[in-house]
Structures are given as structure tokens and as C-alpha cells.
T-cell receptor
Framework: KQEVTQIPAALSVPEGENLVLNCSFTDSAIYNLQWFRQDPGKGLTSLLL?????REQTSGRLNASLDKSSGRSTLYIAASQPGDSATYLC?????????FGAGTILRVKS | EAGVAQSPRYKIIEKRQSVAFWCNPI?????LYWYQQILGQGPKLLIQFQNNGVVDDSQLPKDRFSAERLKGVDSTLKIQPAKLEDSAVYLC?????????????FGPGTRLTVL
């Protein structure tokens, strides 16, 4: 069964701190892995997409890594800001289907 | 570029009633997805359309849920009759194609509460 797990479920940090969100998946036969951001009452926004042949992707203060062999991905957020407060979802693509984790609720305190 | 539009944004019904949701994808996007997101969980794919044909509906509870995409553009998702466990946010997404690496763009969702 294809399952995606995210740890921690919730995280509260002071502004300026660097942080890491974790994602693990049971089936390593992936096409790609994406990290999404979800704000309350809004849809999902794609942050980073890592192809199965890649090991990491970077966008601004965000860096995502992928280790297919161990079934893990991390999202690193540098110098966190209150505007980063949201739910972060990891999604693994198998064929044409995205399988999502339950997300990590991030709160950055000013 | 206009995003994915969904309506209504909120709906409250009683169990055993019927409800329908509407989605208008980004213009030119061939693939349309409906997801169900229960509170505290990630979105779960219910059905995927490629133009007006169904690609995957393996997780759609077909005894009560139905969906259609007429003319390969707009789509409606219907629940009849609703159960308490159907309370969730229903997200619509679209992508240019249906292949891996095609970015999915999500609408704001419809929050359904079944009493």
C-alpha cells in the first residue's frame, strides 16, 4: 500500500529559526515528489517538485531533498517568517496519481 | 491567468440530503481532478478526468458519489445521499496534461458539513 507520513504533525517556532519538515513514503517506485503549502480557506500551492532522478531542489529560502532508497524527503525552511505559517503537505506521484501525507501545521511566532 | 474556480465555497446539509459541487478548471487544461480532504488528513483523489473521459475513479464511493465533465471543461461532483462521514473539503484541481511533472493547480475548495 502506498502511504505517505509526515512528521511532526505540528510545529511552532520563533521567527528567524531554521526548520526541517520530514516526509516518508512506503513505495519507492515514485515518479516525483512535491511539497505543497495550504493556507486556511485556500487551495494548495506547489512549492517544490523533485523528479525521481534528482536529489534536491531549491527555491528562495526553501530546499527540498529526496532519498528514494530510504523513502524520505525533507523540506528545509531557512530564516522562517510569520508569513510562512501554513500547513505543508508532501505528495508522492505514482503514475498519474498523487498520494498526500496528512501535513505539518507550521506556526512561526513573531 | 485565472485560477481554478469552485462553488459554492461552503455548504451545510443534513444527512441523507443531496449536494452538488461545481468546478471550472484553468482554460486549456485537459485533466481535472476531484479530491476529498477530511479534517486532519491529506487530500485523497476521488476521480480524475482526461478531457471528458474518466482516467481513475478507483477511490470514488460509487454508491453515493457521481461526477461528470461535460464537453471536457466544467465538472460537477454530486453526493446522494450524504452521510456524516462525507463532511470534508472537496478540492478541484486541473493540469495541462495528465502526465507526471504536469503541475496540478488547485481551487479554493468547497467545505461541506453534514449534520
Amino acid at each position: 500500500k502506498q502511504e505517505v507520513t509526515q512528521i511532526p504533525a505540528a510545529l511552532s517556532v520563533p521567527e528567524g529559526e531554521n526548520l526541517v519538515l520530514n516526509c516518508s513514503f512506503t513505495d519507492s517506485a515514485i515518479y516525483n515528489l512535491q511539497w505543497f503549502r495550504q493556507d486556511p480557506g485556500k487551495g494548495l500551492t506547489s512549492l517544490l517538485l523533485i523528479q525521481s532522478s534528482q536529489r534536491e531542489q531549491t527555491s528562495g529560502r526553501l530546499n527540498a531533498s529526496l532519498d528514494k532508497s530510504s523513502g524520505r524527503s525533507t523540506l528545509y525552511i531557512a530564516a522562517s517568517q510569520p508569513g510562512d505559517s501554513a500547513t505543508y503537505l508532501c505528495a508522492v506521484e505514482y503514475g498519474n496519481k498523487l498520494v498526500f501525507g496528512a501535513g505539518t501545521i507550521l506556526r512561526v511566532k513573531s | 491567468e485565472a485560477g481554478v474556480a469552485q462553488s459554492p465555497r461552503y455548504k451545510i446539509i443534513e444527512k441523507r440530503q443531496s449536494v452538488a459541487f461545481w468546478c471550472n478548471p484553468i482554460s486549456g487544461h485537459a485533466t481535472l481532478y476531484w479530491y476529498q480532504q477530511i479534517l486532519g488528513q491529506g487530500p485523497k483523489l476521488l476521480i480524475q478526468f482526461q478531457n471528458n473521459g474518466v482516467v481513475d475513479d478507483s477511490q470514488l464511493p460509487k454508491d453515493r458519489f457521481s461526477a461528470e465533465r461535460l464537453k471536457g471543461v466544467d465538472s460537477t461532483l454530486k453526493i446522494q445521499p450524504a452521510k456524516l462521514e462525507d463532511s470534508a473539503v472537496y478540492l478541484c484541481a486541473s493540469s495541462l496534461g495528465g502526465r507526471a511533472l504536469d503541475t496540478q493547480y488547485f481551487g479554493p475548495g468547497t467545505r461541506l458539513t453534514v449534520l
